[in-house]
């Protein structure tokens, strides 16, 4: 497996003797860990609030990951992303979280997004893109969904 540092966003190409897991490339049979993204999103017109934190409830350390942050709506051209975070698509930003020890909690992610015009709602998802190799069996903490409504209120993931 062979990874790549996009603007500096790991992003893993996967070389033979591994398997990709809903977007995610592992190896086989490689160590057990168990990645989860827990924060809270607000939108208020056309501006959303973003931040989460990062954990591996383990058993295994992650020696680097990248979570993929997708909206609904596009977002504005120009964006101010904190380091390790890069723009990859129109509505698509990745982040690097970077290593993980076993049952440890990462550094916070904070970021204000500006969406095209002022849309009434949002659908934010959040997903693991690369995991240092690690296999993950409880894909349902590191991929989550989110609608937010443009209230200024903060929605809890």
Do not use: K
Not at 113 to 128: A, F, Q
């Amino acid at each position: 497996m062979r990874v790549v540092a996009v603007c500096g966003a790991a992003v893993a190409v996967l070389v033979g003797g591994g398997t990709a897991v809903g977007g995610t490339a592992v190896a086989a049979g490689g160590p057990e860990a168990d990645l989860a993204y827990h924060g809270v999103a607000a939108l208020s017109g056309g501006r959303m609030d973003l931040r989460f934190t990062p954990r591996n409830h383990g058993p295994a350390a992650v020696p680097d990951a990248t979570v993929r942050l997708r909206w609904s709506e596009p977002l504005v051209e120009q964006q101010a992303l904190p380091d390790g975070c890069a723009r990859e698509a129109e509505r698509v930003v990745l982040c690097r979280v970077g290593a993980l020890a076993a049952d440890a909690v990462g550094e916070r992610v904070e970021m204000r997004v500006g969406l095209r015009g002022v849309p009434s709602e949002v659908l934010l998802e959040i997903d693991t893109v690369w995991n240092g190799g690690t296999v993950d069996l409880n894909r349902v903490n590191d991929r989550q969904r989110v609608l937010v409504l443009d209230s200024g209120d903060e929605y809890y993931f």
